[in-house]
Structures are given as C-alpha cells and as structure tokens.
C-alpha cells in the first residue's frame, strides 16, 4: 500500500544507550519546508515531556508510487545490485538495489551488465541526477554532500535479510 502521509520521526536515546522513536503522521499535501519547520516545533513539544535525550528528527517524504508495486515472483531481497561510486574526494559510496532482477547479471559472473538500458538509466541518474517539475536537476551525493563522479562496480551481492 502507498504512503499516504509525510512521517516526522524524532529518536529519543536513554542512559543505557538504547534508542526509540516516535512517528507523527503529516497530510501528504505538506510541502518540504512546512513538514521540517513543523518537525523542529515539534521537536519543542516533545523536550519538556521526556527524560530521554532527543538525538535525531527529520521528515519522512512520501511519493507516488502508484504503479510501481508489483512484487516479482522470484524476487529475493538477500540478492541486490550493489553499485559502487567514487566522489570528488575520491571517497567510496555504495547504494544497494534489493531485489535485483537477475536477468541483468552477466552470465556466470556477479557483474550487473551495463550495456542494459535500465542499467544505463540507473547509472545515469546516480551521476548526472534527474530533473523535477520545478526544471532544477537533482544529483544524489554521498552522506558527505560530495558529488558521485564515477561508478567503479555494479555487482550481484547476497546478504542477510
């Protein structure tokens, strides 16, 4: 089923060290800076009632994936695509695809095969970005906020669920 709110998460830690959070669902029609501005408010009402100390808040933003949902028969999510990028400052940055389609391995090897087009949008899109409705161009970066500038792997990986 679809997102159908924006979720604003605040994670409160104890003095063991154990950490829980909290959701409070927001109308979808919430535009970006509303939802962390009422995120920051909120953080504000939630402080005086706890013990626990707040260490992480942010938003949760929901898109449209109507149309996008069907599961695969043989989909797996302990076999993903693991694409690996370098930045500007030569750090390593990997993005992993659960459920990778298998039929886009290179036979009898790990290696994602990226002559495929989907490949090549995929990449494309990790180095070059994507344009939204506002005409501006997104480009993922690393947690750093550096720019992706290459890719040096796209492999098959297996991992535990």
Same mark, same amino acid.
């Given at each position: 089923?679809?997102?159908?709110?924006?979720?604003?998460?605040?994670?409160?830690?104890?003095?063991?060290? $154990?950490?829980?959070? $909290?959701?409070?669902?927001?109308?979808?029609? /919430?535009? #970006?800076?509303?939802?962390?501005?009422?995120?920051?408010? +909120?953080?504000?009402?939630?402080?005086?009632? %706890? +013990?626990? =100390?707040?260490?992480?808040?942010?938003? /949760?933003?929901?898109?449209?994936?109507?149309?996008?949902?069907? %599961? =695969?028969?043989?989909?797996?999510? *302990?076999?993903?695509?693991? @694409?690996?990028?370098? /930045?500007?400052?030569? @750090?390593?940055?990997?993005?992993?695809? #659960?459920?990778?389609?298998?039929? $886009?391995?290179?036979?009898?090897? &790990?290696? %994602?095969?990226?002559? *495929?087009?989907?490949?090549?949008?995929?990449?494309?899109?990790? +180095?070059?970005?994507?344009?939204?409705?506002?005409?501006?161009?997104?480009? #993922?970066?690393? !947690?750093?906020?550096?720019?992706?500038? !290459?890719?040096? !792997?796209? $492999?098959? &990986? @297996?991992?535990?669920?």
């Amino acid at each position: 089923m679809a997102q159908l709110t924006h979720q604003v998460f605040v994670t409160v830690q104890d003095k063991a060290g $154990l950490k829980s959070t $909290l959701i409070v669902h927001i109308p979808i029609a /919430t535009i #970006p800076q509303d939802a962390l501005d009422f995120a920051d408010l +909120l953080i504000n009402e939630i402080d005086p009632l %706890i +013990l626990g =100390g707040i260490v992480s808040a942010g938003v /949760t933003l929901a898109a449209d994936i109507s149309g996008h949902g069907a %599961i =695969g028969s043989t989909s797996n999510v *302990q076999e993903r695509g693991e @694409f690996t990028f370098l /930045t500007a400052n030569s @750090f390593v940055h990997s993005v992993g695809l #659960p459920t990778l389609d298998e039929t $886009l391995v290179v036979a009898s090897s &790990r290696s %994602i095969d990226l002559t *495929q087009a989907d490949v090549i949008d995929w990449v494309d899109a990790m +180095l070059d970005g994507l344009a939204v409705p506002s005409t501006a161009v997104i480009v #993922p970066v690393d !947690s750093r906020g550096e720019d992706l500038l !290459s890719l040096t !792997s796209a $492999l098959e &990986r @297996f991992r535990r669920r």
